[in-house]
């Protein structure tokens, strides 16, 4: 069965750091988009970033570009969210979601697979 399992989130300061991790399972990442997506309370889910291997470059919504920095470990079969700098409005549960073909986009419905979801609280 093909999964996608998260981890990293947590409650971190303001100003605070933390790294998201996603990992496929029963496939590769090379051979998927993957995408972050959050959803705060009350709001709906928004795409955050997304790297994908027939991306150019990875997609940063506007509210994350320059703070939060996506990668992956081909090794590892790992997607990553660096979060920098981070503030209050990116509390949210934070999503990774894949799809095929490799290209990247903010609509969610265009992704099959999501993973569970983990908590990313920014508070003092």
């Known amino acids: 069965e093909v999964q996608l399992v998260e981890s990293g989130g947590g409650l971190v300061q303001p100003g605070g750091s933390l790294t998201l991790n996603c990992t496929p399972s029963g496939i590769t990442v090379h051979e998927l988009a993957i995408g972050w997506f959050r959803q705060a309370p009350g709001k709906n889910r928004e795409a955050v970033s997304c790297?994908?291997?027939?991306?150019?470059?990875?997609y940063y919504a506007d509210s994350v570009r320059g703070r939060f920095t996506i990668s992956r470990d081909i090794a590892e079969n790992t997607v990553y969210l660096q979060m920098d700098r981070l503030k209050f409005e990116d509390t949210a549960v934070y999503y990774c979601?894949?799809?095929?073909?490799?290209?990247?986009?903010?609509?969610?419905?265009?992704?099959?697979?999501w993973g569970q979801g983990t908590k990313v609280t920014v508070a003092s």
């Open positions: 979601a894949a799809r095929k073909p490799t290209l990247c986009t903010a609509n969610a419905a265009m992704y099959g697979l």
């Open positions: 790297i994908a291997t027939s991306q150019g470059a990875p």
